[in-house]
């Protein structure tokens, strides 16, 4: 019984981690206008986003022993950098082309 409590408080702070860093990505793109969010949610943004990394301990000092257990936590479960992390801002510019150059000259 004890055990079933322990894995669901367990479950319950991976679960709040994982979305307080996916929360702080998502913010923080909001606040440098990376999206299509209309600026008047960019002030909004920046306010919430100091209170997810708050939450997070990384307001703390470095030497904060909370700090380091949390982070610590995120980087040896891999969850460090969120979704935002995965192609944020894809530049249109920047194109692959695959051409194929046949014996006889032809491309």
Not at 42 to 48: G, N
Not at 56 to 65: E, G, I, R, T, Y
Not at 76 to 82: N, P, S, T, V
């Amino acid at each position: 019984m004890v055990s079933k409590a322990i894995y669901a408080a367990w479950f319950g702070i991976h679960f709040f981690l994982v979305t307080a860093v996916c929360l702080a990505g998502i913010f923080s793109l909001i606040a440098k206008s990376s999206t299509i969010l209309p600026s008047a949610c960019e002030k909004s943004a920046r306010e919430a986003e100091l209170i997810v990394s708050w939450l997070l301990a990384k307001q703390a000092v470095a030497s904060n022993p909370i700090r380091q257990g949390i982070a610590t936590y995120l980087h040896a479960a891999g969850i460090q950098a969120g979704y935002s992390f995965f192609a944020p801002n894809v530049p249109s510019q920047h194109r692959l082309t695959l051409e194929l150059f046949y014996d006889d000259g032809r491309v």
